[in-house]
């Protein structure tokens, strides 16, 4: 076990920096060498770099060089945050956007709230005219999103991309680099955040049947985060480790 976790992800390593040019995927592989050499099963990367510092088999004062190189840096591409409402889309779209050097957070809602005449949400049963503006501020979102990225800024894009319209939204963008970010708490976390939150975003269904219906209707593309036991800052880190260079 130990040789073959160590073959496989000094391979892992060596193709993200050489081929991928991702140096954060490198960096994780190289974590996962580290723990196996010292025979320490890695559960997930939290803590690692503490954890590292307290092996037997480390580079010298491992941690506090590894602090120093810890400079994520992200391509200019526009980022499309979803997940299922109370995933944490806002909160980490706004932390995201400000590590990028030219960063913008766009939230895809404030097209439905400019609507003060006539406007209709979405339900359970839909009506036509909601289906029409869903699509409608999902169109200006990107149009918008790509004006900004016209002008030389990153932008992360957020909102309720369900089934079929996150695979809409990509195609909007088609000419134009875009990283999907899939927001995944697992239900009972997502029940807890809806119940925490100063608004209600689950009307006339359950949070357990948005979410059965999210996981299986959205095509699994992009990086799916699974934050429940993670801060918004800890999301962020693994969002720029996923795509860092």
Known sequence: MKEALISFFLFEAKFSCTLAQHLFRSI????????AINRVYCLNEKKGTLRIESFTVAPADYRKKFAKRRQFTLER?????????????????????SKLDK???????????????????????????????????????????????????????????????????????????????VLCPNVEVVKKREESRGKIGYTGFSVETLYAAFLKETPKIGFWLNTSDQSPEQSVHDILLYFGK
């Open 77 to 97: 591409a526009i980022y499309l945050i979803t997940g299922v409402m109370a995933s944490g889309k806002s909160t980490v779209s706004e932390l995201l956007a």
């Open 28 to 35: 994780s592989a190289m974590h996962q060498v580290l723990f």
């Open 103 to 181: 960063g913008v957070h766009l939230r895809g809602d404030v097209f439905r709230r400019m609507i003060v005449s006539g406007r209709e949400e979405m339900s359970a049963e839909p009506t036509e005219e909601a289906v029409r503006q869903l699509y409608l501020r999902y169109d200006m979102a990107a149009s918008v999103a790509k004006t900004y990225y016209d002008n030389g800024f990153s932008v992360v894009i957020q909102d309720n991309y369900y089934g079929e319209a996150l695979s809409y939204m990509t195609k909007q963008l088609q000419d134009y680099p875009v990283q999907v970010v």
